[in-house]
């Protein structure tokens, strides 16, 4: 069994992995962690989350940074499901206590520290650290995910664009001339639990936000090999990720060739599902750690539309695929 601790437990994300770790028969979820002087330290996981009573009554604890040398060495996996800064600050320590790290915020997806100041503004202290990690992207990374002690589990729009893009990309279909064009929508709960106006039940309304500035551009570049034009719009619900995508084939690109592409990529990929006569929908996918994917094709103008659960694709079920990667367990172990 491998002793596994989450930080940042009392969170969306971190809620959502307690209970996949619960399940998962190779992992013991041993502690749960939020800020030292968090008010719900003290309290047991599942007076946040009644749906977890009787399942994971592990108390939260304050986590002091300062004693992770003594707190760690017996772990063998530690989940971070904490803001990036909070990610950047202590990751270094963890592996030096031999930890296996996931984490889920965006402090180790891309490896450049400019990046980190203009989209994130603050300064990345550990570029070593940015050039090792693996972009968890489980599809598309897995050999990568197996070797390594430190994974940056993708951004939950960045995995809805790049789980529809990438294959098209690798398979060079995608038009040098033309951007491809990204819209999605997100559900609140992408905003994670903390409160704030922009996220209160009477303020939220169906509108673009992050226009031509948000994160998730350049990691979606970075990780696609070309540009793109993304916007995030932020939805009156509570979870999943709905994209529209606008690409421009190369002339002469056929259909068979498109579908290809995608079969090649997810054939063999249980969570990614082709779906064959209709659209990707929520209902379909929230609360699920699937991916639903579909496509139409008019002429060069390819239009390709993805759904997920930002909460589990697009964070903690992509951490737990990651796991079972890295481990050599059943990819499907614990997902479902
Ligand atoms: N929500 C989503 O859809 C997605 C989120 N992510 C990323 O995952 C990470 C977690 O997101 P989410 O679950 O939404 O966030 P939440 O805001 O819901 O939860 C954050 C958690 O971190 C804890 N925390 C805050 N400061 C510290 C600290 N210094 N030490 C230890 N714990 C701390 C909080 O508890 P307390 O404040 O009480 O200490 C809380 O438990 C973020 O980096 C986010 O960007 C990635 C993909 C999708
Ligand atoms: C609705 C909403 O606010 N969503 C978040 C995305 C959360 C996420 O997946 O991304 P990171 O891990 O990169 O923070 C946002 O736009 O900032």
Same mark, same amino acid.
């Given at each position: 069994?491998?002793?596994?601790?989450?930080?940042?437990?009392?969170?969306?994300? +971190?809620?959502?992995?307690?209970?996949?770790?619960?399940?998962?028969?190779?992992?013991?979820?041993?502690?749960?962690?939020?800020?030292?002087?968090?008010?719900?330290?003290?309290?047991?996981?599942?007076?946040?989350?009644?749906?977890?009573?009787?399942?994971?009554?592990?108390?939260?604890?304050?986590?002091?940074?300062?004693?992770?040398?003594?707190?760690?060495?017996?772990?063998?996996?530690?989940?971070?499901?904490?803001?990036?800064?909070?990610?950047?600050?202590?990751?270094?320590?963890?592996?030096?206590?031999?930890?296996?790290?996931?984490?889920?915020? $965006?402090?180790?997806?891309?490896?450049?520290?400019?990046? &980190?100041?203009?989209?994130? +503004?603050?300064?990345?202290? &550990?570029?070593?650290?940015?050039?090792?990690?693996? &972009?968890?992207?489980?599809?598309?990374?897995?050999?990568?995910?197996?070797?390594?002690?430190?994974?940056?589990?993708?951004?939950?729009?960045?995995?809805?664009?790049?789980?529809?893009?990438?294959?098209?990309?690798?398979?060079?279909?995608?038009?040098?001339?033309?951007?491809?064009?990204?819209?999605?929508?997100?559900?609140?709960? +992408?905003? $994670?639990?903390?409160?704030?106006?922009?996220?209160?039940?009477?303020?939220?309304?169906?509108?673009? &936000?992050?226009?031509?500035?948000?994160?998730?551009?350049?990691?979606?570049?970075?990780?696609?090999?070309?540009?793109?034009?993304?916007?995030?719009?932020?939805?009156?619900?509570?979870?999943?990720?709905?994209?529209?995508?606008?690409?421009?084939?190369?002339? $002469?690109?056929?259909?068979?060739?498109?579908?290809?592409?995608?079969?090649?990529?997810?054939?063999?990929?249980?969570?990614?599902?082709?779906?064959?006569?209709?659209?990707?929908?929520?209902?379909?996918?929230?609360?699920?750690?699937?991916?639903?994917?579909?496509?139409?094709?008019?002429?060069?103008?390819?239009?390709?539309?993805?759904?997920?659960?930002?909460?589990?694709? $697009?964070?903690?079920?992509?951490?737990?695929?990651?796991?079972?990667?890295?481990? +050599?367990?059943?990819?499907?172990?614990?997902?479902?």
């Amino acid at each position: 069994m491998l002793n596994t601790v989450i930080i940042g437990a009392s969170g969306y994300t +971190g809620a959502e992995l307690a209970k996949m770790v619960n399940r998962h028969p190779q992992l013991s979820l041993s502690r749960l962690y939020v800020s030292k002087n968090s008010v719900d330290a003290g309290k047991p996981l599942s007076s946040l989350y009644g749906e977890l009573s009787g399942i994971v009554d592990l108390e939260l604890e304050g986590l002091d940074p300062q004693d992770i040398p003594q707190l760690f060495p017996n772990v063998d996996v530690v989940l971070l499901a904490t803001a990036h800064e909070v990610s950047h600050d202590i990751a270094a320590a963890l592996l030096d206590c031999a930890c296996i790290v996931f984490d889920l915020s $965006g402090a180790f997806r891309v490896p450049n520290t400019d990046f &980190y100041q203009q989209f994130y +503004g603050f300064e990345h202290r &550990y570029p070593e650290l940015l050039e090792e990690a693996v &972009y968890g992207l489980a599809e598309h990374n897995a050999a990568q995910v197996a070797q390594t002690r430190l994974i940056a589990v993708p951004g939950c729009y960045t995995t809805a664009a790049l789980t529809a893009l990438k294959p098209l990309a690798n398979a060079n279909l995608i038009s040098d001339s033309h951007k491809s064009v990204i819209n999605a929508t997100s559900g609140v709960s +992408g905003a $994670g639990r903390k409160a704030s106006m922009g996220s209160s039940f009477c303020e939220v309304s169906l509108q673009p &936000y992050g226009v031509f500035n948000h994160r998730h551009q350049p990691e979606i570049v970075h990780h696609l090999g070309q540009d793109v034009i993304f916007t995030p719009h932020l939805g009156s619900y509570k979870r999943g990720i709905l994209a529209t995508m606008n690409v421009v084939l190369k002339a $002469g690109t056929t259909p068979e060739q498109v579908q290809q592409a995608y079969v090649s990529a997810y054939q063999d990929q249980p969570i990614v599902r082709l779906l064959d006569g209709a659209w990707p929908k929520l209902q379909s996918v929230v609360n699920t750690p699937f991916l639903d994917l579909a496509w139409q094709q008019q002429g060069q103008d390819l239009i390709v539309v993805s759904a997920e659960d930002n909460l589990l694709k $697009g964070a903690a079920s992509q951490a737990m695929q990651c796991i079972n990667i890295r481990f +050599g367990f059943d990819m499907m172990e614990s997902l479902l």
